[in-house]
Each structure stands twice: as C-alpha cells, then as structure tokens.
C-alpha cells in the first residue's frame, strides 16, 4: 500500500545526513510491498493534519533552523492534531526541539516550539558531543538498543510525567544529567540521535513503518517478517563499542 | 636553546621512521614556547603568506609552494600539518627561508593569524565540516570575521568571490584580491543536495545562482535585497576538463591573462589553481611564474595521487566532507572504474561522526562500479550507505582491514586498468604508508 510520508522543511533541516533515515524507511517499506511517497513541506506549504501517514522533521544549523521556526510554530496546530489522530512521526536534532514548547537562548530569547513533545529545551554552555547508545522498550516487553551520535548544546528538559524514548547506557541524552533520552507521544518519536539513526537501528525503522501503515489502514500495527541485516548489525555492534569507549560522560 | 632541542628531536622522530617527525618537534616546541612561532615567523624577511578553507588547501598551498619557491627559499608545511605545531615544526626545518607560505587548518586561523603577521592571506571557502570538530558552520564563519577584522589594513586579503560567505569578509577594507570562476557551461544544473550557504547574508531569502559550480560556490545573487557576487580580479575562463587526466584554462587578471595547462582534472582541480594564482599574486610573483608554477605542479599527497602497482594504476582520491567528496566523485563521472576501494575511519581528524557520507552523492557512480571494496573502521557503516545508495549487495564487499582491502581492489582490477581508492584522512595515511613499506611511493616528508 502507499505511505505518504510529509518531510518538512528538507532544504533547511539536512545537517545530519536526514535523507539516510528516508532512504531507509523507503527500502523497508518496498521490501514489505509498501510504497512510500514522500512530499516535501516549506514554508510556503499548507501542512493538513490528515495528509500524511508519517511526518519526517530533522535537524538544521542555528542559522537554517532560525529562518523556519516561526513557520513551523503555525503549522502546529495540524503537527499536533496528525499525532493525536494516529500519525507516525520522527522528529532528530533540531526538529526534537522544536516540537517541544520552545527553545530559551542563552540571551533569554525564545524560539518557539509545536508543543507536540512535552519539553523544553534551554541552550547550554558547552555542547554535548560523542556517540551514544540508547535501551528502549517501544513495545512492552520488547527490549532493543539504539547506537548514534549526538551533537547539541540544548539541554532538555522532560516533563515529569513524560514518556523518553529510552535509557541512556553511554552518552549524554537529553540534557547529560537525566539519564534519559529523547521523548514519545503516541506513534511519534524525538531524539537527538543523528548517525543517520535509522540504517543501523532498522528495528526502529520497522516500527515507524509499522505505525504508518496502522495510520493508514486504521487497523493494528502490522508485524513484519525479519530482514537479513547483518551489515547493520556489524554497523550497530561498531557503533555500540564506540559508545561504550568514548561516548559523553554523565 | 628550546629550539635546538625541538630540532633534534625532530631528527630523532625520522630517525626513528615514525611519520617523517612532521610534528612532533613543533609541539614540543609549541608546548614550551608557544611564543617562539611568533619570533620564528617574525625572523622571515619577506613575511608569511596563509591559505585556509575547507576544501583545497593543501593543493592550493602546494602549488602557490610551486609557484613562489620558484623565487624564495620557503618555510612550508607540504605534509599538511596544519595547526600551530605544524606550523612551528615548518618554521623550525627551514633554515635560511625567506617566505613563510602556511595552509592554516579552519579552527586554527585566527590564532596563526595572530602569531604570524601574515602579510597575504587566502580564504578559498567554507563548506560543512567534521561538524563534531569545527561545530556548524557560521561558528567558523564568526570566528574568521572576529580574526580578519584584527587584521592591520595593510594586510591583503584573497577571498573566494564565489562563496557568500567568505567574499563578505571583505567588508570595508580595501588591499582584497577577489578569485572566482566565469564560465557557465560549467555549471551545475542545481545545488547540491544539502548545500550550504544558500540563503542570503543579509536578508535570508534563497540566493539565485546564475551558475553554481562546486557545492555553493559561484555567481549568486538575492532578488530580495540585491546582494550579489563582488566582480573578479582573477577569474578563471574557458576552462576545458579532461577526464580523470588534465584540465585548461584561462586566467585573467588585471595584469592580463594566461593560458594554463593543468596535470589535475576536475573543476575544483580549477578553483585551486585560481586560488593559488591570484594568492601568488598578491604576494609578489609575476603573472609568468603564476604560470610555470601552474604547470609544473602534479599533485599533492593524498590528492589525485596516481601510483603504479604492478600492471596497474592505483589513483588515489582523499575524501574528507561531502562537498570535497562529491568534487572527487564528479571527476570520475566520465569513465567511471569498475573497482573502487571506499574507505571509511573515524578517528577525530577523519571525525568521528560518519553520518556525513550520506551527504555524498556516491548514487550516479553505483550503477556503473562492478565492485566495491568497503572498508576502514567504519565499512559496515559504509557498506550500508552504499546498499542503501542502490548498489547491489553482490557487487559490494565489506573487508574493514585496510591492507586486505587495497589488495582485494588490486585482484579485482583488470591488469592495465584503473583501481580508483578513495580514503579519508587517516586511512589515506594508513594506505600510503602500506604502499611506502612496498616501495610505491615516496615518504611524504621527503621532498619530490
């Protein structure tokens, strides 16, 4: 079936290598008989909260991510409204932070976020950088890690009641004290975790195409058969190790 | 007395065969008298000449060496060794030199701009860069603003007309020397992906480009506000490419024009000669010598090196970011070898974060590469990207030894063909010295 993917902003938010992630889900997605079409959001585009199956934010420099903020504030309301009607959503770097309630400058200034995520982000004084890894239990009982690179000076700052999308094991995380890594809503996930994220964490990328297609078909997630990923495997163990040797300190 | 010492153990590092001592005594030099850089390049009667950018500046600075040495004895940092150690290091081997001529890394500049006075200095371009290093771009771009605008009024300055970033460097000042090139069938019909610098300076409305011709470098202008290229001084004209081998072209100047028969292919192959010219302009030499330099340059280590491996051809591409690797890629565009060894490592001067290949545009090669050996530290990584670029899995081969890899590329070449390896930093260090150890090619430290 067709998975319409909303990729926003993709001429300005590309500084981590975001179309690895699209590249990945797009693969995963024909291997499972699914097609993905992805449209590209600006900002001269109307965002409609039943459009997309799946909406793709990634990461841009200050200076990019400054020319779109106020644009993706007004989109909003449909941002918020697509997750709560069951839309699957991914949001790195950057994009993570902006789908929260906003991000305080170290001038006081504020940017201001989608309120999707239940945090804020508050600049820091030295940025958090090195590979991390990440346990996760998505589904109940399913245990998986995640391995990438983070690369940020926002602190965030996690409601209390808040879902993260993971427990640190190395690295920092949302904000190297917490323990925590980015956040869950429903089927949308945030993290800071670049690399690109999702070649050599397939797992995650099924589960996102997972959820899509439940998005689309309005039935329950729909349980894939195994690909052979030794390669991503071998690139996860790799990366893993690094987290291990040199990931940031808590 | 501090000298003396770091000099001997200069020595001692050769002696000792570990990496030609390129280094070593300029740290210990620069870790006991950070000062002594200052003095050093103070002793230099004809002054300091410094190149910097993200992409070019070993091949710029090497042929503007081949250019200006013609003339003056030099203090040069040829390997590339391009912090302050390394520059301390240059100082210290050259004896009797009369111009020191520094590639100057990014990060470093400001700080070898305070020490060394430099009389000339040349910003060929800034692209997104080991990000885990150098941090975004515009933190780079702040800290040379802050750097160029200590600088004396006197000091002359050579910006890259093409970059926006970098030609606004210029500001107020007057002794600026700007370079670009000016020959439309050169461009490319679009950006890059995830190009940089695309929106305007002043107004952040997206730059029209009347040519884009290496990532974002070339004749752009805002329809918003009117910020445009500055006009040339040196431009670089007619410019024919011939495959892997060569390239032509036409320099003009206000002192007038040359024709320039180069011994590297590829447009930013162009770019760096124009840089290197209109750098050895500012700092004295004559439109003749710009000329002879140019033509007796062949490359620099690491960069388009070809080396003879038995029957066949090993042409060696450093690639280190996605605009300096897509240049690399474009070069192989026509004719693409059916074996490419691709190698990935992540130690902090390659980064350590690898997410940049998927910035590189390695999709229009693929189809046409028989075989590709991943390998380095990161070639499950590599190979991913690769799979996910649309190679076949069958054609792919992930060997993350180095030495097994080049030697896997080097069965898999057809005797008298090509085998093309594209390394970055440290594994083309770790590959050249398995090739030195085989006889194949010289030390970098020695001389050519």
């Known amino acids: 079936m067709r998975i319409r993917v909303g990729h926003l902003y993709p001429e300005y938010l590309n500084i981590y290598a975001d179309r690895g992630n699209i590249a990945v889900l797009a693969r995963r997605a024909e291997l499972r008989g699914h097609r993905l079409e992805v449209e590209a959001i600006g900002l001269g585009d109307e965002l409609r909260p039943d459009d997309h199956d799946l909406l793709y934010v990634g990461g841009g420099q200050d200076r990019e991510q400054a020319l779109i903020a106020r644009n993706l504030a007004a989109k909003g309301s449909a941002i918020r409204e697509a997750v709560s009607d069951g839309a699957a959503l991914l949001a790195v770097c950057g994009g993570y932070q902006l789908l929260g309630r906003g991000y305080r400058g170290r001038d006081g200034s504020v940017m201001p976020g989608v309120g999707l995520f239940p945090h804020e982000t508050v600049a820091g004084t030295t940025r958090m950088i090195g590979d991390v890894l990440l346990e996760c239990e998505l589904v109940p009982g399913e245990r998986h890690t995640l391995a990438g690179f983070e690369n940020h000076a926002g602190r965030t700052l996690l409601d209390p009641r808040a879902a993260p999308l993971g427990r640190v094991v190395h690295g920092f995380g949302n904000d190297g004290e917490s323990g925590f890594e980015g956040c869950r809503v429903a089927r949308a996930i945030g993290t800071y975790l670049h690399g690109p994220l999702l070649p050599r964490n397939p797992w995650l990328g099924d589960w996102l195409i997972a959820q899509a297609v439940a998005h689309a078909t309005g039935s329950e997630p729909p349980v894939f058969p195994v690909l052979p990923d030794e390669l991503a495997d071998e690139a996860h163990r790799v990366a893993a190790q690094r987290a291990r040797a040199r990931g940031g300190r808590r | ?448």
């Not at chain 2, 008298?33 to 070993?58: H, I, Y």
Request: hydrophobic share 45%.
């Open chain 2, 1 to 448: 007395m501090e000298r003396a010492a770091a000099r001997a153990v200069g020595r001692l590092s050769r002696a000792a065969g570990r990496g030609g001592g390129t280094t070593l005594p300029g740290k210990l030099l620069w870790k006991l008298d950070p000062a002594a850089v200052d003095a050093l390049a103070a002793r230099l009667p004809l002054g300091v000449v410094l190149q910097s950018g993200t992409n070019g500046k070993t091949t710029t600075t090497a042929m503007a060496a081949r250019i200006l040495g013609a003339e003056h004895p030099l203090a040069w940092n040829r390997a590339g060794a391009n912090l302050l150690s390394g520059i301390a290091s240059a100082l210290l081997a050259a004896d009797g030199a009369k111009l020191g001529l520094f590639e100057v890394d990014e990060g470093a500049l400001p700080e070898a701009m305070r020490r060394t006075r430099p009389r000339v200095v040349g910003l060929a371009n800034l692209f997104r860069d080991q990000l885990d290093r150098y941090g975004e771009l515009e933190l780079v771009a702040e800290r040379w603003r802050d750097a160029v605008a200590a600088l004396p009024s006197e000091t002359r300055l050579v910006l890259n007309a093409d970059d926006p970033v970098v030609a606004d460097l210029a500001g107020e000042r007057v002794s600026v020397l700007r370079y670009g090139l000016d020959d439309r069938r050169h461009a490319r019909p679009s950006l890059q992906h995830a190009a940089d610098s695309k929106y305007c300076l002043r107004c952040g409305a997206p730059y029209v480009y009347e040519a884009a011709y290496v990532g974002h470098l070339g004749d752009y202008r805002c329809d918003a506000c009117g910020h445009a290229r500055p006009p040339l001084d040196v431009a670089a004209r007619e410019i024919e490419l011939h495959g892997l081998q060569s390239s032509r072209f036409t320099l003009g100047t206000v002192q007038g024009q040359i024709d320039v028969e180069l011994a590297l292919p590829g447009l930013y192959n162009v770019y760096n000669a124009t840089a290197a010219g209109a750098l050895s302009l500012a700092a004295g030499a004559s439109l003749e010598s710009v000329r002879a330099g140019l033509e007796g340059f062949s490359a620099a280590f690491g960069r388009f090196e070809r080396i003879a491996v038995g029957s066949r051809t090993l042409v060696m591409l450093l690639i280190k970011n996605p605009a300096g690797a897509n240049e690399a890629l474009h070069t192989l565009e026509t004719g693409v070898p059916p074996v490419l060894v691709v190698a990935l490592n992540d130690a902090i001067a390659d980064g350590r974060d690898v997410s940049w290949i998927w910035d590189v545009d390695f999709e229009p090669l693929l189809p046409h590469a028989q075989h590709v050996v991943a390998t380095g530290e990161r070639a499950a990584e590599l190979g991913l990207r690769l799979l996910y670029g649309g190679l076949p899995r069958e054609r792919l081969e992930v060997v993350p030894a180095l030495e097994r890899a080049l030697d896997r590329g080097v069965e898999l070449t057809e005797a008298g063909d090509e085998l093309v390896v594209l390394p970055t930093y440290t594994a083309m260090l770790a590959l050249r010295g398995i090739l030195t150890e085989r006889g194949l090619v010289r030390p970098y430290w020695e001389p050519r």
